[in-house]
Antibody, heavy 121, light 107 residues
Framework: QVQLVQSGAELKKPGASVKVSCKASGYTFTGYYMHWVRQAPGQGLEWMGRIHPNSGVTNYPQKFQGRVTVTRDTSINSAYLELSRLRSDDTAIYYC??????????????WGQGTLVTVSS | DIQMTQSPSSLSASVGDRVTITCRASQSIASYLTWYQQKPGKAPKSLIYAASSLQSGVPSRFSGGGSGTDFTLTISSLQPEDFATYYCQQSYSTPRTFGQGTKVEIK
């Protein structure tokens, strides 16, 4: 069965960087885009970027350009989100999610359990 | 970027009620619209994709409609387990964008 298992909670100081991992199993890792979505406490969902594990091609929203990097290691079926120059408003739960292409649509069908990143001095 | 606007932002309803949530895109997204359900402390779960296709395992009381810029999610008879927050998302282009969410609460 498809599983996405993320790394554990992180506590970081403002200005630092954080790297969250997402290990995939149960499917062909290189066949599906992997997306990252975050959710600040009590807030909605915010898309942070995606990678195609086969090609390594990435897309990011303008808001995070220069501060977010999504990478992958196909030898261990893992994707990574790195966010630099952390601020207090980066405190959030970070999710990885697989995107599937279905007939006439594409959507995030499997999600990781989420990783809480807390930014505090 | 494509803006997604949901309404209402919250609603109170009773078990058995019919509930409709709307989502409007700032430009046409054809049928590239997904609805997610999220319960507290859990990751979102996909309910409807391609605007009107029911994801495997999702009860048939959930249905989706619309195309272009206007979409709806309908729950035909609200059940206790349906109290949650619902989000729409467009997958027409990057950056992917979500609606702000609709919280469905017990009346």
């Amino acid at each position: 069965q498809v599983q996405l298992v993320q790394s554990g909670a992180e506590l970081k100081k403002p200005g630092a960087s954080v790297k969250v991992s997402c290990k995939a199993s149960g499917y062909t890792f290189t066949g599906y885009y992997m997306h990252w979505v975050r959710q600040a406490p009590g807030q909605g969902l915010e898309w942070m970027g995606r990678i195609h594990p086969n090609s390594g091609v990435t897309n990011y929203p303008q808001k995070f350009q220069g501060r977010v990097t999504v990478t992958r290691d196909t030898s261990i079926n893992s994707a990574y989100l790195e966010l630099s120059r952390l601020r207090s408003d980066d405190t959030a739960i970070y999710y990885c999610a697989r995107e599937v292409e279905a007939t006439a649509g594409r959507f995030l069908d499997y999600w990781g359990q989420g990783t809480l990143v807390t930014v505090s001095s | 970027d494509i803006q997604m606007t949901q309404s209402p932002s919250s609603l109170s309803a009773s078990v058995g009620d019919r509930v409709t949530i709307t989502c409007r895109a700032s430009q046409s997204i054809a049928s590239y619209l997904t609805w997610y359900q999220q319960k507290p402390g859990k990751a979102p779960k996909s309910l409807i994709y391609a605007a009107s296709s029911l994801q495997s395992g999702v009860p048939s009381r959930f249905s989706g409609g619309g195309s272009g810029t206007d979409f709806t999610l309908t729950i035909s008879s609200l059940q206790p387990e349906d109290f949650a927050t619902y989000y729409c998302q467009q997958s027409y282009s990057t950056p992917r964008t979500f609606g702000q969410g609709t919280k469905v609460e017990i009346k």
